[in-house]
């Protein structure tokens, strides 16, 4: 199995992105599985820093399994989406059904991520 895959039973998973210009910076996220890829989404949408940040380059997830290096693609896919909003909702749903309200919304909806490894060359 992928490490990717892995990644989405985690609870959360710390994201490590080196900005251009800017000094490095850490986000905690909300990470899910459908099938056999990890997802995230970016709660402010599209614009959010670390979303426009690791949509250009790659990027860690930190985790309690390690260190993961992953580029991200973002996912247009309706069913697809709808099932991700299932698994943040079966995840997520019991314990914070506040903030997963916020999490399958349509702007961060839209700012989903497929994880994707990076094979070390």
Excluded at 9 to 36: A, C, K, P, S
Excluded at 78 to 102: C, N, Q
């Amino acid at each position: 199995m992928e490490p990717a895959v892995h990644l989405g039973h985690q609870t959360q998973v710390t994201l490590y992105v080196e900005g251009t210009g800017e000094r490095t910076r850490t986000f905690e996220l909300w990470i899910v599985r459908v099938d056999d890829h990890a997802y995230l989404r970016a709660l402010s949408g599209i614009d959010s820093w670390w979303y426009q940040q690791v949509t250009m380059t790659t990027a860690q997830l930190w985790c309690a399994e390690g260190i993961v290096r992953a580029r991200f693609e973002p996912v247009e896919e309706t069913a697809l989406l709808d099932r991700i909003d299932t698994a943040y909702e079966d995840k997520y749903g019991l314990g914070w059904p506040g903030p997963v309200g916020f999490i399958i919304a349509p702007e961060a909806r839209g700012a989903t991520l497929r994880v994707v490894r990076e094979h070390k060359a």
